[in-house]
Structures are given as structure tokens and as C-alpha cells.
């Protein structure tokens, strides 16, 4: 899929909503800055200051959007950005520029850390010969799901299920509530309808088992080793051929080759959003139309 065509997925009132939002909780009164840096035409210069993948600018551009400022962009989405690199200028009244600076720095930052994150576990899963589907999680930042959900697509990953209506996921709490897994599994096909996947969490090959007899139609093998997780994927595919396999728990970045394997579909990772370091990015000021470059 075309990078850029990843826009297409954000509504634009949800993006007005979450720029305004972002604006309102940084400036809830007055903004006494404003009365120094005046409102004369001006622009500034973005500058990534660290290597990374560049991911959030529909989100940069939404929160300069509601401060009539006007953003030209030199890099697309999805590019690998080597600093110090001028990734895109912004152009607007000097006191609105700054009132955006830090809360559009902010979702580009963090948008573009997460599908740094995300290009590196896929680069490191297709290294190791695997062609399934590396995935984030739920693990997000609140009031950030959707920024670092998109981030995850920029970078090549999946989001997976983006709420908890995207997909029916019995976790190990859901079965010890229920009495079991097959219980578990029985209440959650009564709950879902036929447009919802239903997903069992497993701690042990016995479980895995008995939730695909019962009709799950994934199971996730949750903390296992490589080497307990590929036996177990091995039989669960043997046994049940069109159930899905996803390995999740205790994969880094550093680890996840030895998590692929043929009979795993998906590998998923919390780290790629709770881990996830920020690029770095500054946005400076022109002095009199000259581009100022940021100290290295």
C-alpha cells in the first residue's frame, strides 16, 4: 500500500477533534507568549534532528490546520529521514506558528517513533525469512490510540483490532470469570455476531486445544518460549489447520526472529507503542528568511 494513501483512513473531523483538543489541553487561557512574539506573517522550518521514519502529518498538518497556518511538506510519508534533514516548512502569524509548535511536534514525535519502531520489527521478521503479519497492540497512549495506530501502519505493521469491538478477544481473566475456556468461548460466540472474529488467549497448549475445539477462530499463545511456542503452533495447526496462531509476550525487537516460524501468523508486540522513542524534531523560526539549522 501507497504511504501516502494511509491518510485516506483518518475521518477529518477526527482529526480536527484531536488537533483541538491537544491545542485546548496545552492552552486553556491566555497565551501571554503571544504578546511577544507578535502576529506578523512569518514562517518556520521543521527539522528532523535524529534518524527515523517520518509518520504523522496528517496530524501535524490538522493542528496547524486550526491555527490558519499553512504547512509545505519536502519529504512524503513513510520516507527514512537521516538528520539533520529539512522535512517541511510552516508558514503563518508568528504567534500562532508557536502556539502549535510543541503540540504539533508532539504527535509527529511520537507518530513517527512508533513506525520507526514498527519498520524495524518487520525489516527484522522478513530478515528471518517470516512472512506473517507483525502487529501492535492496545498497549497505547490514552487520548494517542489513533495517532500511534496509524504510525504502526507507516511503518509496515498492523494495528490490529483498534478498540475492543474490532475483534472479540477472550483474555485469561474472561476465562477464569467464565468458569473455563470452552465456557468462555461459548459466551463469546453468543455476545459476537457474524462480521466479529473471535480470538482465545492461551497460557498452555491444553488451552490453545480446547478453545479452537470450542470454535475460536485464533488462538494467542501469550508468554511462551520460541521453542514451547513453535511445538505448540505446530500442533494446534495439525490438529485445527484453519485456526490462526498469534505469539504474543515477551517479544522485543531484539528477539522477534526467533518468534517466526511457519505455523505462526502473527507475531504481536506491545513495545512497538509502549517503547517506541520519539524522533526528534524541532521547528525554528526564520530570521529575516533565513533557515536557521538546529545544533546537531
Sequence with gaps: ???????????????????????????????????????APSQAVLWAKSPGVLAGRPFFDAVFSRLDCQVTWFFPEGSHLVPVARVAEVRGPAHRLLLGERVALNALARCSGVASAAAAAVKAARAAGWTGHVAGTRKTTPGFRLAEKYGLLVGGAVAHRYDLGGLVMVKDNHVLAAGGVEEAVRGARRAADFALKLEVECGSLQEALKAAQAGADLVLLDNFSPEALHAAAATVKAKFPGVGVEASGGVTLANLAHFCGPHVDVISLGALTQAAAAVDFSLKLSAGGEARTPPQ
Design 1 to 39: 500500500m501507497d504511504k501516502k494513501d494511509l491518510a485516506l483512513l483518518l475521518p477529518p473531523r477526527t482529526l480536527e477533534a484531536l488537533a483541538d483538543s491537544w491545542l485546548q489541553e496545552d492552552c486553556p487561557g491566555f497565551d501571554y507568549a503571544a504578546l511577544v512574539a507578535k502576529a
